[in-house]
């Protein structure tokens, strides 16, 4: 194959793969996006339930006792799958700012079509692109943090009518399931923050 042979043959192949990686970047959004109202409809569902149990006491006991683990335990693989997502997202679009970058290289006017930004590193440029940053803050607004908070408030629930079902009914219960439920979002967020910063390494 001579040189302009191979250079058709590169082309096609990165077309391809650019096509290749905004299927996979759109993949994890959407299954990003089914995994969090599958929570939400487990958790709406159950606290439905419990409203309906909640006249008999012992029964909502009961039933909260065999409903809230399971419901946080969803919760929990969903954000950490959440999670999982997003950062392959980022890597996709990675992938492809690398590709635009190729692209805007091609002809003097092509830049103007293909922008990239003006930063250097290709994560960066993902950031830029995704009108976020690189600051911890950020990490407070994705659906994973979504999850991970609504998650730790019914680790919270769950503690203070644990509690209160085997011990003597105390006001203190609640300020340990607000506490339990503070500590399980804080870790949540500190998790999220490392995974995401494993893209900048």
Known sequence: MDQQGREQAFMSALVTQHFDLRSAASATISESSSRASLYLFSLSSALVALGFTAQRAEAFTIFAAAVLPAVFVLGLFTFVRVCDTAVENVIAL????????????????AGRYFDVGSRADDTEAVMDAMATNRSWVGVLFTTGTMIAALNSMVAGVGVTLLLNATLQPNSLFIAVGTGVA???????IVYQWRRFLTLFA
Do not use: G, K, M, N
């Open 94 to 109: 990675r992938s492809i700012v690398r590709i635009r970058r190729f692209y805007s290289s091609l002809t003097p006017e």
């Open 182 to 188: 503070l500590v399980l979002v804080v870790a949540a």
